[in-house]
């Protein structure tokens, strides 16, 4: 697993994004922060 994430506020500031459910949206950070260098979540129901 990677040590630094970057998150671009390009699609975080989205208004699609936004409108999503907060619960959604903390996934979207959670599933990002768990991810390896390719996007891959090697454990997701962890």
Do not use: W
């Not at 989205?14 to 990002?32: A, N, V």
């Amino acid at each position: 697993m990677a040590k630094k994430r970057m998150f671009s506020n390009e699609l975080i500031d989205t208004d699609k994004c936004l409108e999503m459910p907060l619960s959604t949206q903390c996934l979207y950070c959670h599933l990002g922060m768990k991810a390896d260098d390719d996007g891959f979540v090697a454990n997701p129901k962890k």
